[in-house]
């Protein structure tokens, strides 16, 4: 057991790639969840194949004129965009680590060629998020004791990148919906109400990761205010579409209303209820739902003996059951043994 430590082309040539990926990896601190991507079938898997051929001959088309270069840039963001499933699959978070911060760029270099690209948009919005919680600032709680002053600015980093990956989730949605930034200041119900099922991954991530900078500037009143909007977003997501990423957006709720007093509108109640929800439309498989409401819910009532199950519940998930869900299984498994070894610390008995 580990120790504890506190701590420019249009949007219509796309292939409409953000509806078939980039679903949910594992508890975004105390306010939201994602996860990292299908079981490789025979036509993904030539795809993946053929990914870095793809990319040569896109470098090589980029030298031609300014229509064949667009559709290059189109075409490597389409394939770039559609294959982030890879990383959700993979056994090593160590390795995604050090791979993710490359594909990012990648992807922030082609959207200063195709800036409206909806595809490309949804890679970095869910990336930047996936990435900044899973390696920054999880990492920051685990090193905290150690190293405060290294945990400290791997938060401060974490928070820089939830900015962005909510920038760009707010960008993508104004590529369908026109002054959407805006509306959601002004009317938010208004604003939202428009929103289909195809915006549901933008609504999800730009408001995970906006609730997750949240999370790390308590003492910035302005993002804090700004904490009913992720909330709105949210709530019509669920409405649009629960089983997104097998249910994670029901694993937000878990934390929204698990983590807030009675007085402020929280509900342990409701909280259970995302619970079960989450884990039904996961059949079970994934452990982020678990690790939230310990976390937040278990914690905050001090029930220790139910702490302890449900976290080892989370752990004896097998990340092999299912894998769009591997990774980010084990980065909630990872949090799942800390969190036990920082039991005594949590509890006051």
Same mark, same amino acid.
């Given at each position: 057991?580990?120790?504890?430590?506190?701590?420019?082309?249009?949007?219509?040539?796309?292939?409409?790639?953000?509806?078939?990926?980039?679903?949910?990896?594992?508890?975004?601190?105390?306010?939201?969840?994602?996860?990292?991507?299908?079981?490789?079938?025979?036509?993904?898997?030539?795809?993946?194949?053929?990914?870095?051929?793809?990319?040569?001959?896109?470098?090589?088309?980029?030298?031609?004129?300014?229509?064949?270069?667009?559709?290059?840039?189109?075409?490597?963001?389409?394939?770039?965009?559609?294959?982030?499933?890879?990383?959700?699959?993979?056994?090593?978070?160590?390795?995604?680590?050090?791979?993710?911060?490359?594909?990012?760029?990648?992807?922030?270099?082609?959207?200063?060629?195709?800036?409206?690209?909806?595809?490309?948009?949804?890679?970095?919005?869910?990336?930047?998020?996936?990435?900044?919680?899973?390696?920054?600032?999880?990492?920051?709680?685990?090193?905290?004791?150690?190293?405060?002053?290294?945990?400290?600015?791997?938060?401060?980093?974490?928070?820089?990148?939830?900015?962005?990956?909510?920038?760009?989730?707010?960008?993508?949605?104004?590529?369908?919906?026109?002054?959407?930034?805006?509306?959601?200041?002004?009317?938010?119900?208004?604003?939202?109400?428009?929103?289909?099922?195809?915006?549901?991954?933008?609504?999800?991530?730009?408001?995970?990761?906006?609730?997750?900078?949240?999370?790390?500037?308590?003492?910035?009143?302005?993002?804090?205010?700004?904490?009913?909007?992720?909330?709105?977003?949210?709530?019509?997501?669920?409405?649009?579409?629960?089983?997104?990423?097998?249910?994670?957006?029901?694993?937000?709720?878990?934390?929204?209303?698990?983590?807030?007093?009675?007085?402020?509108?929280?509900? =342990?109640?409701?909280?259970?209820?995302?619970?079960? $929800?989450?884990?039904? +439309?996961? !059949?079970? *498989? &994934? @452990?982020?739902? #678990?690790?939230?409401?310990?976390?937040?819910?278990?914690?905050?009532?001090?029930?220790?003996?139910?702490?302890?199950?449900?976290?080892?519940?989370?752990?004896? =998930?097998?990340?092999?059951?299912?894998?769009?869900? $591997?990774?980010?299984? +084990?980065? !909630?498994? *990872? &949090? @799942?043994?800390? #969190?036990?070894?920082?039991?005594?610390?949590?509890?006051?008995?």
């Amino acid at each position: 057991m580990e120790e504890c430590r506190n701590g420019t082309v249009d949007s219509d040539s796309q292939s409409g790639s953000e509806e078939r990926s980039h679903a949910p990896l594992s508890t975004l601190s105390r306010a939201a969840p994602p996860r990292w991507g299908n079981r490789m079938s025979e036509k993904r898997l030539r795809r993946d194949g053929n990914c870095l051929s793809l990319i040569l001959i896109t470098l090589a088309l980029l030298m031609s004129g300014c229509s064949i270069k667009r559709m290059a840039i189109n075409s490597l963001g389409n394939a770039l965009a559609e294959g982030t499933s890879v990383y959700a699959r993979d056994d090593d978070p160590e390795l995604i680590r050090d791979a993710v911060p490359f594909a990012l760029k990648t992807v922030e270099g082609l959207l200063e060629q195709s800036p409206r690209h909806r595809g490309l948009l949804l890679s970095a919005a869910s990336g930047f998020t996936q990435y900044a919680y899973a390696f920054l600032q999880c990492e920051a709680d685990y090193i905290e004791d150690q190293d405060l002053a290294r945990a400290t600015e791997m938060r401060r980093r974490a928070r820089k990148l939830y900015g962005r990956a909510m920038e760009y989730g707010l960008r993508g949605l104004e590529v369908t919906h026109r002054g959407f930034r805006t509306a959601l200041r002004s009317d938010a119900p208004r604003a939202l109400a428009v929103m289909k099922r195809t915006d549901v991954p933008f609504l999800y991530w730009t408001a995970a990761a906006w609730g997750a900078a949240i999370s790390l500037a308590k003492e910035d009143a302005e993002l804090t205010a700004d904490l009913s909007l992720t909330e709105a977003l949210m709530h019509r997501a669920l409405e649009l579409d629960e089983r997104f990423g097998a249910g994670a957006v029901h694993d937000f709720f878990i934390a929204y209303e698990g983590g807030r007093p009675e007085s402020a509108g929280g509900s =342990v109640q409701v909280a259970r209820e995302h619970l079960t $929800r989450a884990q039904e +439309l996961s !059949a079970h *498989k &994934r @452990a982020a739902p #678990l690790v939230s409401y310990a976390e937040t819910v278990l914690v905050g009532i001090q029930d220790r003996v139910e702490f302890t199950r449900v976290l080892e519940d989370a752990l004896a =998930v097998d990340p092999d059951k299912d894998l769009d869900q $591997r990774m980010a299984n +084990l980065v !909630a498994q *990872k &949090r @799942a043994r800390w #969190l036990l070894s920082c039991t005594d610390s949590l509890f006051i008995e």
